[in-house]
């Protein structure tokens, strides 16, 4: 396993993470434990989930349970914002609620501290530097090590990190965000922001939700268990015909070279400087290894040229 740090920080982590955003939703609690043990065992280090992943703490208590005294071993990431209840309340990035989202991850997670705690997207009712300051409180506290950003705009990063500028140990280290062969819309203007901060990305859905994977052919019924049939907005979102053009593209360099399109998927993420941890969730112990497993394929510059070419047409 290939291990890189997050921004400036002394976080190392492995290149593929773990998203367990399936945990307490898609799977239960034997499947996570096996997912996990899985990731543990491959060399998995980084594990990312979220208050509001598995029905509203599910995925937090699942990982509290299962880790026990792995969890000194592990980089370990959550985030909060996204609402936790019906009416809306409990969410958003006010020092107040900060104060009670991270009391109750850290009860879900039985753990002292968060080494990864990230803004789940842009809080548009709080001033960002009563965000920051509030978050700057927790470090102080040791509850949590380092704070990432989720899903914020150029601008929005912009404004945040310039609150403590040049004072790297209270500003965003990360940014989360999706990125992947066929979403990339980040380097538009984003990725220059990570980079000119020296933060580090962290992909999610580097599988486009599993179109990426080669198992999705157009026109065809879904898999199983597909996440495209518990969330038909997926569809809209990303089967359009320019997708499928480009999805037939990468399958045609895949035959060409004997390569598979969920290894250069990831290969792909991994060439960009910016990129620390790919977050890839799992349903099974099964899929973890697949997405390790990815690493061992090799591009040239020439082939991550001809890539780049496909997904630009």
């Known amino acids: ?103 109750s991850s850290l009860k879900r997670l039985k753990t002292d501290w968060i080494d990864l705690y990230q803004v789940h997207r842009p809080d548009l009712n709080t001033d960002p530097e009563e965000t920051m300051r509030a978050l700057e409180n927790l470090i ?36 989360q965000d999706e990125y992947s062969l066929l979403v990339r819309d980040i380097e538009e203007n984003l990725v220059t922001e990570i980079e000119n901060h020296k933060m580090s990305l962290l992909p999610y859905f580097p599988l486009a939700s599993g179109l990426l994977t080669g198992k999705y052919k157009k026109d065809k019924y879904f898999p199983e268990n597909s996440r495209f049939l518990a969330w038909p907005q997926l569809v809209d979102k990303y089967m359009s015909d320019e997708n499928w053009i480009k999805i037939e593209s990468l399958e045609n360099f895949c035959d060409k070279y004997n390569l598979k399109l969920l290894d250069i998927s990831f290969r ?26 990815s690493l061992k394929c090799n591009l040239s510059e020439n082939q991550l040229k001809e890539i780049n070419r496909i997904i630009s047409a």
């Open 1 to 103: 396993m290939e291990f890189r740090k997050i921004g400036q920080s002394d976080l190392e982590v492995s290149l593929i993470g773990l998203g367990c955003n399936n945990f307490s939703s898609r799977i239960d609690f034997e499947t996570s434990k096996l997912v996990i043990n899985k990731a543990l065992e491959l060399g998995i280090n980084f594990f990312d989930t979220a208050d509001v992943y598995g029905n509203k703490g599910g995925s937090e208590e699942f990982i509290g349970d299962i880790l026990g005294n792995d969890r000194k071993q592990i980089i370990l990431a959550t985030k909060f914002g996204m609402p936790m209840d019906k009416d809306g309340e409990m969410s958003g990035a006010s020092a107040k609620y900060i104060l009670k989202a991270i009391e």
């Open 140 to 175: 102080s506290e040791g509850k949590v090590r380092y704070i990432g950003c989720s899903n914020y705009s150029s601008q929005q990063l912009i404004l945040s990190q310039n609150i403590f500028k040049d004072e790297f140990d209270k500003m965003f280290i990360s940014s």
């Open 268 to 293: 792909w993420l991994a060439s960009k400087k910016y990129v620390s941890s790919i977050i890839a969730g799992a349903t099974s112990a099964q899929q973890v290894e697949q997405n390790v497993n």
